[in-house]
């Protein structure tokens, strides 16, 4: 395939914004991205992802499996509270339901096989737009996998996960499965449902639920118990559904805290494990990680991973990052390579993902216009998780940083301290032992020669 440099892009991409209908080429200048390592000037790109290179035993393709979110990146033009979108796509042009949706999955599949990434994520109706009843609805699905089945076939583009968007018709206002009113419960059911035989019949690796409206604006007119309750019985009939057809993949829950709603029964990591736990679907769900809404939640990505991996549930991540001045879920491409670093520490310790990938939960900027700002934001993306995929692999491989680590707990490697992890002391001997031993050694924390040895490495 054609390569890109920086100069041949640019003439193309005015030709670009005047593809016509039918042409089925949106990205003309644009060729394969390549990787050129981190002497490239070429925009275009990679500096650190080299999907082929071996880091701790696995490609780095295969430790990442990056994914496109459909929603963000083809149906995003940049609209925001103050002002209409800006984006004029050339594959949103088309007034036909399905002859639009025929263009998206075009510019999608283009944009995957260029970029060289091997999977991608939806919500039913970033596919196709919802039509005025349920049966029509679930038609205009049907038809659109056929095509998008073809196109994976063509291209080797495997599905990372589907979704169901049950947050933005405003039947959903009161929420999904929280709803007060049983009706919008079923048609919720009923939504799901076509989504998961979506899902299935594009062997899509996992199904995730996000509950962008389940919770609540005020807890006044609010009974949590029984919409809490109603959630646990929902994901375990969709489960139920999805196994009953042979589904072989893993649930996600992706938690977030609130916006939305004021706030979101799966608040954060800690939170939706409960939920996990609570009713009886450890078996089947994980957690879909996405670091602004950990921001949004008080913690940092790399908390909420940990959390999720201490109770075998890091299924997947949603990457992007917030805003450190302003609140919202501003859903920015990941550029932070110390923070990421950190969060690949945990990645690396825990063993990977079970199941999902890295998917690009984010989008370009209102003002970021170019076509070509698509490719750049994926590219940075990719190589910000490249650079600390390797640096965190060489902090466990070449630096003092476990060792370190491990000194720290080094009391509980033997005597009293093993005793102790092994619930072989009681309380008495806590007591016995501390009335022997007198006032404890003070030990630093030592933060800083962790923070530094980060630094080095990054
Ligand atoms: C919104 C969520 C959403 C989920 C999928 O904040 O991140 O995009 O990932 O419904
Ligand atoms: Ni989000
Ligand atoms: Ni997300």
Redesign the pocket.
Known sequence: MEKSTGTQHKINLKHNSMALLGDRTYFKGIGQIAYEGRESDNPLAYKYYNPEHVVAGKTMRQHFKFAM?Y??TLCGTGGDPFGPGTKKFPWAQATDPFRAAEEKADAAFEFLTKIGFDYY?F?DFDLIDEADTLAQSEKRIQKIVAYLKQKQEASGVKLLWG???C?SNPRYMNGAATNPNFDVVARAGAQVKIALDATMELNGENY???G?REGYMSLLNTNMKLEQDNMGRFLNMAKDYARGQGFKGTFFI?P?PM?PTKHQYDFDAATSINTIREYGLQDDFKL?I?V??ATLAQHTFQHELQVAANAGMLGSI?A?RGDYQNGW?T?QFPNNVYEVTEAMLVLLKAGGLQGGGI?F?AKTRRNSTDLEDIFLAHIGGADTFAKALLAADAVLRSSAYEDLLEKRYASFKEGPGANFVAGKLSFSDLYTYAQQHGEPDQISGKQELFENILNQYT
């Open positions: 979110a929603w963000h994520c919500h979704t169901s968007n947050f995730v639920f996000w962008g992706e977030k916006e879909n996405e602004n809404h949603d992007n879920d859903d998917n939960d």
